[in-house]
């Protein structure tokens, strides 16, 4: 099983519709990420959360909000989809309690988002 | 300005050549940088990881950090076609924060 796990996969909607998008992690780090990739902008951070109790804005979070259920589970909403907010999103987790951290990114395998 | 300018590419080249995929910054207190490699219908995974300026060779993969020129460069020699794949560079300067280029294509030709 994959150590970040992403639900849906893909999800085809349309505008104005409430969308969730869902990330679980087995790898035990406090720290979890969303961003959303598209096609010559490369990956953007949308909101980001170093434990259970902090929540921290990305540089695009504009329609966007998250939730940190647990340690190992944070989701990504959108309460009202639009269609500029069709895109690939990633879940990634991390970890710098390790002595030889190097900050590294662990990712989701992603979901595929359409609002029509 | 965007904080991490990386050329989109594609970038296409024949098994065996040797691969030159750059990222120019603007951010002076970057001082961690990151290669991560992503192929079709997958999430990145890092592929090598620098510290301040240097290089660091893992294998066919040599990684450069240029901070005077704010400038990093990945090699990769004797290119295989599993190489082929979307290369997208980071960077960080507290790895609270990562800010990536919008990722080189790279196809390798058998």
């Known amino acids: 099983d994959a150590d970040v796990t992403q639900t849906p996969r893909n999800r085809i909607t349309k505008t104005g519709k409430r969308i969730m998008l869902e990330c679980s992690q087995t790898k035990g780090h406090d720290r979890m990420y969303w961003y959303r990739q598209d096609p010559g902008l490369g990956l953007r951070l949308i909101y980001y959360?170093?434990?259970?109790?902090?929540?921290n804005k990305g540089e695009i979070s504009d329609g966007y909000s998250v939730s940190r259920q647990a340690q190992a589970k944070f989701s990504l909403s959108l309460e009202s989809a639009i269609p500029n907010q069709t895109a690939l999103y990633f879940c990634?987790?991390?970890?710098?309690?390790?002595?030889?951290?190097?900050?590294?990114?662990?990712f989701g395998e992603g979901s595929r988002l359409t609002v029509l | 300005q965007k904080e991490v300018e990386q050329d989109p590419g594609p970038l296409s080249v024949p098994e065996g050549a040797i691969v030159s995929l750059n990222c120019t910054y603007s951010n002076s207190a970057f001082q961690y940088f990151m290669w991560y490699r992503q192929y079709s219908r997958k999430g990145p995974e890092l592929l090598m990881y620098?510290?301040?300026?240097g290089n660091k060779e893992d294998g066919r993969f040599t990684a450069q950090v240029d901070k005077s020129s704010k400038y990093i460069s990945l090699f990769i020699r004797d290119s295989q076609p599993s190489d082929s794949a979307t290369y997208l560079c980071a960077m960080s300067y507290n790895f609270n924060k990562f800010y990536f280029g919008s990722g080189t294509k790279l196809n390798v030709k058998p």
């Open positions: 990634a987790t991390s970890d710098l309690s390790s002595v030889t951290n190097t900050g590294e990114l662990f």
């Open positions: 959360s170093f434990d259970v109790k902090d929540i």
């Open positions: 620098t510290y301040s300026s």
